[in-house]
């Protein structure tokens, strides 16, 4: 199921001990803690690396602390996966939403994600789960039609892939941050629901849209998490314990 992320080959891998490789002799490591590496050297060149280890750590931390766990039930009860459901989740980041759907449910799951903190804290996590990274800007290194499901949450989106990937009876979630996400931290932010569906409309048709919304007494240790997860550590005023909205937009689309 897994292709060779180089341009123009893009052949069947297969796994060994400690690689992958192709037939045309492609290899890519497979890391200790169990994630298979098919990063390129012009993606470790790369400008976005993705998440850093400290944003990864403080995203981890407020999932520990529970804040997160009504947008998880928001997805969980739109997307209602079951367990002969194959599931990708593009940008899984630290893979709690996939690797907490995953025990819940039992899911087939694979996360992907450009950061290697993000997903070597995944790996370790949720040994389950198969966990790889690699730069799915331009291409997701699976075979047509592999998923039941694709996930994208807070993530980039590229609709050819995903649809590529997805089998014809599929869904695909699509999770936006909402305008009133971390409102009291950086303003009211963009409703970007329209144009998104505008992104997906030639080969997807929304077929559900909900809207989720929590919100957390914070101490002074979860604020300064939630700065570092969006990369803004640095505040004029001293941080103080408030309470914080999280919110998102699901959008399920299926294929056309
Ligand atoms: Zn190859």
């Not at 694709?150 to 993530?155: A, K, P, R």
Request: overall charge negative; hydrophobic content about 40%; proline content about 5%.
């Amino acid at each position: 199921m897994l292709l060779c992320p180089v341009r123009d080959c893009h052949l069947a891998l297969t796994r060994d001990d400690r690689r992958v490789v192709c037939r045309r002799g492609h290899s890519f490591d497979i890391a200790r803690s169990g994630y298979i590496n098919l990063l390129q050297p012009q993606d470790r060149r790369s400008k976005n690396p993705g998440d850093s280890v400290d944003a990864v750590a403080a995203r981890r931390r407020l999932h520990d602390r529970g804040v997160t766990e009504p947008l998880l039930r928001g997805i969980a009860e739109t997307i209602s996966a079951r367990p002969d459901d194959v599931v990708l989740d593009a940008g899984c980041g630290d893979g709690f939403y996939l690797g907490s759907l995953a025990r819940e449910i039992g899911l087939d799951a694979h996360g992907i994600d450009i950061s290697i903190p993000a997903v070597e804290t995944a790996a370790k996590r949720y040994p389950d789960c198969e966990w790889i990274v690699a730069n799915a800007d331009h291409f997701l290194p699976y075979a047509d039609r592999s998923f039941s499901i694709v996930l994208s949450i807070t993530g980039r989106m590229n609709a050819d892939e995903f649809r590529r990937v997805l089998r014809d009876d599929g869904q695909l979630l699509v999770a936006l941050a909402a305008p009133e996400d971390l409102i009291e931290l950086r303003g009211k932010g963009r409703d970007r629901v329209d144009r998104t569906v505008e992104t997906f409309a030639k080969d997807f048709l929304l077929a559900d849209r909900r809207h989720v919304v929590t919100s957390a007494d914070l101490d002074v240790e979860a604020v300064q998490d939630v700065l570092l997860s969006i990369y803004r550590p640095m505040r004029s005023q001293p941080v103080e314990a408030m309470r914080v909205t999280f919110s998102l937009d699901l959008l399920l689309f299926r294929p056309r």
